[in-house]
């Protein structure tokens, strides 16, 4: 089982900055991905940003400039710098373990609780 800590969440204006840690204690598998998904109210979980401990990364393309992910592989934290942030990024912000993407989809281990990223207009 693994346990995932996240922080960094809160609000911020439109084109400020944020950055998010997840911090990882149990087994997590180095050729996985860790990575962030987010919810908005109404919309479905999506995929923000995932990386494995050799680099590899994936992203959502409206992401793609303005966010960038990191992995500590020592530390098992995975971080998410957000910049540029709009208010169409405001959803609760997930951490996620041991993510392999079967056909374009993400097949996730484990969850963290979320975190709130506000951006105000």
Not at 40 to 64: C, F, H, W
Not at 84 to 102: H, R
């Amino acid at each position: 089982q693994v346990q995932l800590v996240e922080s960094g969440g809160g609000l911020v204006q439109a084109g400020g900055s944020l950055r998010l840690s997840c911090a990882a204690s149990g087994r997590t598998f180095s050729t996985y991905f860790m990575g962030w998904f987010r919810q908005a109210p109404g919309k479905q979980r999506e995929l923000v940003a995932a990386i494995t401990n050799g680099g590899s990364t994936k992203y959502l393309d409206s992401m793609k400039g303005r966010f960038t992910i990191s992995r500590d592989a020592a530390k098992n934290t995975v971080y998410l710098q957000m910049n540029s942030l709009k208010p169409e990024d405001t959803a609760v912000y997930y951490c996620a373990a041991n993510v392999l993407f079967v056909d374009g989809r993400a097949v996730v281990g484990s969850w963290g609780q979320g975190t709130q990223v506000t951006v105000s207009s």
